[in-house]
């Protein structure tokens, strides 16, 4: 295993409620990753860093903000949850840049 | 981000028959990955190829990295049951922090 862990792996909430999503790693590694996986859409990047405090935007991140504040911890927020923010979330980890990614087991949110 | 076009989107096959599917982009990338997916987890990291023209193996899977590097397919040998997942193609360009674009995946069934 990869030492990533996501929390909480299934959460069910509100339309309008805030969320946050943890990803923890245990391997030190400098680059993390934010994914979502949509039937029809396969996974798609939501915000990235690569390093403490280091974050940026990917393909899909309106309606998502990021914190780093340690290199073991990275925090995805849904601001204002939305129906369209259904989805399972991939937390994902690279030492190098070799685009060798390690995923945790997601985290399965749904919006009412 | 940079889009990817992996085929075929499922294939339903018998226990020892071999397997092709294959993936293309109009964009360049650095790195070509195969990663596979079964129910409930994240995808595991399958095999990576760094070098255009570069034919990689890992057990029955055999990988190759197009000369145009646009292009990457994936050879199963042999199916057994165990090999049913989804498996996704993922291509590494030079921006977004390293971080991966995918395709959107192969459904694979193996009936005994």
């Known amino acids: 295993d990869a030492g990533i862990t996501q929390s909480p792996r299934h959460k069910v909430t509100e339309t309008g409620t805030p969320v946050t999503l943890r990803c923890h790693q245990t391997?030190?590694?400098?680059?993390m990753y934010w994914y979502r996986q949509d039937p029809g859409h396969g996974l798609r990047l939501i915000h990235y860093?690569?390093?403490?405090?280091?974050?940026d935007k990917g393909e899909v991140s309106d309606g998502y903000s990021v914190s780093r504040s340690k290199t073991e911890d990275f925090l995805l927020t849904l601001e204002s949850a939305t129906s369209s923010q259904t989805s399972v979330y991939f937390c994902?980890?690279?030492?190098?840049?070799?685009?060798?990614?390690?995923f945790g087991e997601g985290s399965r949110l749904t919006v009412l | 981000g940079q889009q990817l076009n992996q085929s075929p989107q499922s294939m339903f096959i018998q226990e020892g028959e071999d397997v092709s599917m294959n993936c293309t982009s109009s964009?360049?990338?650095?790195?070509w990955l195969w990663y596979k997916q079964e129910p409930g987890e994240g995808p595991v990291l399958l095999i990576a190829?760094?070098?255009?023209?570069e034919l990689t193996s890992n057990g029955r899977l055999t990988a190759q990295f197009g000369i145009t590097r646009k292009d990457s397919f994936l050879n199963i040998s042999a199916s057994i049951p165990s090999d049913v997942g989804i498996y996704f193609c993922?291509?590494?360009?030079?921006?977004?922090?390293?971080?991966?674009?995918f395709g959107k995946g192969t459904s694979l069934l193996v009936t005994p």
């Open positions: 994902a980890i690279s030492g190098r840049d070799t685009g060798e990614l390690f």
């Open positions: 391997e030190n590694h400098r680059y």
């Open positions: 860093s690569y390093g403490v405090k280091d974050t």
């Open positions: 964009s360049i990338f650095n790195t």
């Open positions: 190829l760094y070098k255009a023209g």
């Open positions: 993922a291509g590494q360009g030079s921006n977004s922090g390293y971080a991966l674009n």
